[in-house]
């Protein structure tokens, strides 16, 4: 018995404070947020042939901004070089990404990023702005 009220006076055994454990906030635990943990949010898998592709496309357009107006041109042809594949592939790739969040049951987070409600996907180079200029602010 007196084992036990030592034990307990020093914070031992069963405590009687009910309070919740003092854990740091949520957002300290939170990495930063970059294009491959956006597209996981939008549904899309690692797995996916293009998700590395379109995770670099996001980074350079949030990076230069100006690249996407030259998507096929420039920023297709930068991205196969990168990953030893032709441009074709990558926008190929960069569709199927597209149409897996597309397909992700929930669009609200999608319509926030991109500030309207969409009817259909968006355009190839309407993503990877839209993403972009997400992860810029």
Not at 12 to 30: A, F, I, M, V
Request: positive net charge; hydrophobic residues 35%; contains cysteine.
């Amino acid at each position: 018995l007196v084992l036990l009220m030592v034990l307990s006076l020093a914070g031992c055994g069963k405590s009687t404070d009910r309070r919740q454990p003092n854990y740091p906030e949520k957002d300290t635990l939170q990495k930063p947020l970059d294009a491959e943990r956006l597209l996981r949010m939008l549904g899309a898998s690692g797995k996916l042939a293009g998700f590395r592709q379109t995770a670099y496309m996001i980074e350079q357009a949030r990076e230069h901004p100006e690249c996407v107006e030259l998507i096929t041109k420039r920023l297709y042809r930068d991205t196969a070089r990168v990953f030893h594949t032709s441009s074709n592939c990558v926008e190929r790739n960069l569709r199927t990404v597209i149409q897996t969040c597309w397909r992700y049951p929930d669009h609200s987070f999608l319509n926030l990023i991109m500030g309207i409600p969409l009817v259909q996907p968006p355009t190839n180079t309407q993503f990877i702005d839209m993403l972009a200029a997400y992860l810029r602010d």
